[in-house]
């Protein structure tokens, strides 16, 4: 087997070259070539002693399901899915796991002889990264959560299950968030926890320990209209964009906050998407502390 140098701002890693044994993974989006994934995948397999390779795929907006097809027919083993199109392989999934079905979503897929199993490994990374990784955990903390798209949805059910004290979930259109709330309330095992929709208008008078930004916000460099008053003496402000400081990032160091990004999250999904497909669970901080080397970005 040929040895094959991969040169990543500076890092060296080491990738093995195809062979017969290899088992190949990608991820799949639209567009694709900013992705991560096959950098950090291919850190685990290092660190493993995995032998796998990972690509990227660029899936036409219309082709998903026969991309999925495509690597499948090759004999893929697995892929991660990425924007847009997380809803659709939520669709073409033929199981999904309960995390899937919480998110409403499906990041992860294994392609079996019996069919495409699809799971969510989003929340969890989220989750792992705050409590793992920064430490601080979520049981009994008043926790924000902001925006009420896909990536909400998807961070939702791991948050609750993590037992905060209370949940508010605030966005733009009231209405995701009332709906989101709506759909935890049908679910009996969730009642432990408060969990209520405010409008960013509603927040005045209170205070958060934990406050999560999933909108798209940060995409624009758009401000997000929060009181300054939000962040509870040692707060940790967290926002699940990764690579560029946010606006909410500064205006939470601004007051008073520490503030993290979502390369942590990003590491901790992959590192449980490789957990399922390999049955190893590799090691995240090395990868971790390679990539804020690479970019330092809070
Ligand atoms: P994603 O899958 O990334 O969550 P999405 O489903 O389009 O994408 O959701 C984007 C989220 O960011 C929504 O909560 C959106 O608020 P609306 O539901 O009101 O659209 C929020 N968002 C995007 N830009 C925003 C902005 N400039 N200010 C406030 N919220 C914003």
């Known amino acids: 087997m040929v040895g094959k140098l991969l040169i990543y701002r500076g890092l060296t ?12 993974y990608a991820v799949i989006g639209n567009p694709i070539a900013h992705s991560k ?3 950090i995948h291919h850190a685990f397999a290092d660190l493993t002693r995995q032998d796998i390779q990972y690509e990227r795929v660029m899936a036409p907006l219309d082709g998903f399901a026969e991309t999925v097809g495509s690597l499948m027919a090759q004999g893929f083993k697995g892929a991660n899915v990425t924007v847009p199109f997380k809803l659709e392989a939520f669709e073409i999934a033929s199981q999904l796991t309960e995390r899937a079905q919480d998110a409403g979503a499906v990041n992860t897929l294994i ?10 490994t989003d929340g969890v990374g989220l989750v792992r990264d705050i409590t793992e990784n920064i430490g601080v955990s979520l049981k009994g903390k008043r926790v924000l959560l902001i925006g009420a798209g896909g990536a909400s949805e998807g961070v939702l059910h791991p948050i609750l299950a993590a037992q905060p004290a209370m949940l508010i979930i605030t966005n733009r259109t009231l209405d995701k968030a009332l709906n989101m709330v709506k ?18 208008d509603d927040l005045q008078d209170q205070q958060f320990d ?14 997000l209209p929060l009181p300054s008053t939000i962040f509870a003496p040692n707060a940790l402000a967290y926002d699940m964009m990764y690579g560029r ?3 909410f990032m500064a205006f939470a160091r601004q007051h008073g906050a ?10 901790e999904q ?24 690479a970019q330092p970005s809070t």
Not at 14 to 24: E, G, Y
Not at 183 to 200: C, G, L, P
Not at 210 to 223: E, P, W
């Open 13 to 24: 890693l080491s990738f093995k070259a195809k062979d017969l044994m290899t088992d190949f």
């Open 37 to 39: 994934s096959p950098i």
């Open 111 to 120: 392609f079996t002889p019996q069919g495409i199993i699809g799971d969510n």
């Open 183 to 200: 759909r935890v309330e049908a679910r009996d095992e969730m009642v432990y926890v408060s969990v209520q929709a405010h409008a960013f």
């Open 210 to 223: 934990i406050v999560i930004n999933a909108t798209s916000a940060g995409l624009t460099d758009s401000q």
């Open 245 to 247: 400081i946010t606006p």
């Open 258 to 267: 520490t503030v993290f990004d979502g390369l942590g999250m990003l590491i």
């Open 270 to 293: 992959a590192a449980e998407a490789f957990y399922i497909w390999r049955g190893v669970r590799p090691d995240t901080s090395p990868v971790i502390e390679m990539f804020k080397q």
